[in-house]
């Protein structure tokens, strides 16, 4: 008989601790995910930031070699966390091949951020100091280009 | 996400089922179909990249590999189960015994109690799952930069060692395979890239993480508790998000959890070898899913050394981690560049920072800092952790030792991720500020299991034990 009372009162902890983890559960939870609801229905059917730039980058794919290294000429803002991304993303889309910051290698990737397009045409020597002694290699609808070095 | 894909998890996944059955049905230890179909996916997985990746260096490319390795898993998951139908292991009737036995022990209305609110905050944290790969589908920059990409780099590259450059050592290419290669390997047999894969296995090693800690609290403190412990693991929003995030902290928490509870357990065993051998598994996979995992394989080993009578439990041990840690040896004697903690700094540089106080400072600070606030949680995590462990405690002797045995393996984990951070060459806060919380994120499955040993269904009691008399 003196295991009774003492059962009951256990029996109450365990529901106070259920309801305490429940609550703490729910409000820790909520509002994040009503938050991220309220973005999805803000989306709509557009695409993810990161799907949206590696498609930019992805168009790139048919024009640049299979592997090896490829560079790619950084903004003047570098490193801000935007362009930290985009040149992240770039390397994601573009795997296997290895980008680089920088004009070392022969090909190399040029975002409008980082050089405003300047008429250029397609092998014609690039204009923008940073490039000197590349050509124009090949231009895309979105903006980004690539400059190939001439012999 | 397709059939081949699938297949490719779930094949490994039953055969690790039928090795844990046979491993354990073996001994009179108290583990059952429950506790191994929730330790299996995370294990057959671990192993499968590590077959698949001796594979992929075999053949160098992944159409052989892929053939070879569905092979492999179709033959021995085959003649696992014709093993198992010709010579049933023994322990099967006494293992629903034994379940039954600990669902008895629990009181019904708290019962249902417990599993509403476990399903309750299982069902928002599968929603906020779901949400969050709508709204990210690539992962978290992490996911993305390093763990995607590198799976990406593995399917699609001629030369599949190709992305291991220190080129792009901003994405760690030295990092452990076993969650880009379990991608790359399920893309490679659906034979196309869907962002499905990586968020599925993030939910496979979550799932199995709750299942891991709620089967196993249950099956020793009864499922009352088991079911709380399973509440108090999902109330901790940053696990819950982390979860979510498609790295590899949820993978590696996984195996700290099994590695840890498994060798808690081992303790006072009649015969712990099944437990060591799935701890050491568990641990050299640790080590096979991010660096971090080396400091828990470490540790491990140290403790079992220490603990150990005549040196048969290092060699359970060494028998679970053995794939894994030879992969892993391959991996990083062979393909992969050195770490950014050691090749960009001189082995004097690195002391000096050791025992430089003001570093130590700022890490102490830091910690005192987030550790109570960790979890986005009303009070905190820990604290809400700590309640509701303090309104079940009900501990005895065991349950103390086994919640202090593994706290005490937390804490040293804790103590070398603080001697990491205290070397680092990277800028301190940031370091801290930018992986603090998946740091806790691996631990959090872990503490949640050592703390709930002290609680209890009922009156304190080890229903079915096959323990050694002491």
Known sequence: MIGVPWRVLFRIRVLLAAAFLLWAGLSAGMRPFLADWRSSAAKGDRADIISREATRFALLVGSLPAGGTVGYLPTDHWPAADDVRRFYLAEYALTPRIVVIGTAPEFVIVVPEASVEDGESVGTAARDPRLAGFVLYQRFSNGVRIFRRFA | ?470
């Open chain 2, 1 to 470: 996400m397709t059939v081949g894909s699938l297949l490719a998890l779930l094949v490994p996944a039953l055969a690790a089922y039928l090795v844990l059955r046979r491993l354990w049905g073996g001994s009179r230890a108290r583990l059952g179909r429950a506790l191994a179909a929730a330790t299996a996916p995370g294990l057959g997985i671990g192993f499968a990249s590590c077959v698949y990746f001796l594979l992929l260096l075999l053949t160098r490319n992944h159409h052989s590999a892929v053939r070879l390795d569905a092979g492999f898993w179709i033959l021995s998951t085959v003649g696992l189960l014709a093993y198992d139908v010709i010579a049933p292991g023994a322990s099967r009737q006494r293992a629903n015994a034994e379940d039954d036995a600990a669902a008895r022990a629990s009181w019904g209305p708290a019962l249902v109690v417990t599993v509403a609110g476990l399903l309750a905050l299982s069902a928002l944290a599968a929603a906020s799952f779901w949400l969050h790969w709508t709204l990210n589908p690539h992962g978290e920059w992490d996911a993305w930069a390093i763990w995607n990409l590198r799976a990406r780099s593995l399917l699609t590259g001629a030369d599949w060692t190709a992305p291991f450059s220190a080129a792009i050592g901003w994405s760690h290419p030295d990092y452990p395979l076993l969650v880009p290669l379990t991608v790359a390997r399920s893309w490679a047999y659906s034979g196309r890239e869907s962002t499905v894969v990586p968020a599925v296995i993030a939910l496979i090693f979550s799932m199995s993480s709750i299942a891991v800690v709620v089967i196993s609290v249950g099956r020793l403190r009864g499922w009352t508790v088991g079911l709380l412990s399973g509440m108090a693991l999902l109330i901790a929003r940053t696990y819950v998000f982390q979860s979510s995030c498609q790295c590899a902290d949820q993978p590696i928490g996984f195996f700290i959890l099994v590695a840890i509870v498994f060798l808690t357990m081992s303790q006072g065993e009649i015969d712990p070898r099944p437990f060591l051998v799935t701890g050491g598994a568990a641990a050299g996979l640790a080590a096979w899913t991010k660096n971090e995992g080396a400091l828990l394989l470490v540790l491990i080993f140290l403790v079992a050394s220490v603990l150990a009578r005549r040196g048969r439990a290092l060699l359970s041990l060494t028998a679970g981690a053995a794939v894994p840690v030879l992969v892993l040896a391959i991996f990083k004697a062979g393909l992969s560049p050195s770490n950014y903690l050691f090749d960009q700094q001189t082995i004097g540089e690195i002391a000096g920072k050791i025992f430089a106080t003001g570093r130590s400072a700022i890490v102490i600070d830091q910690f005192v800092r987030r550790i109570p606030a960790w979890g986005e949680v009303p009070g905190g995590a820990l604290a809400g952790l700590g309640l509701a462990v303090a309104l079940t405690a009900s501990p005895d002797r065991r349950s103390a030792g086994r919640a202090a045995f593994a706290l005490m393996l937390v804490c040293a984990m804790f103590i070398g991720y603080g001697l990491v951070y205290l070397i680092t060459p990277a800028p301190l806060e940031w370091q801290i500020a930018t992986s603090f919380d998946r740091l806790l994120t691996q631990l959090w499955p872990t503490t949640v299991w050592a703390a709930f040993q002290l609680s209890s269904s009922g009156p304190s009691r080890e229903a079915g034990s096959s323990r050694r008399v002491t």
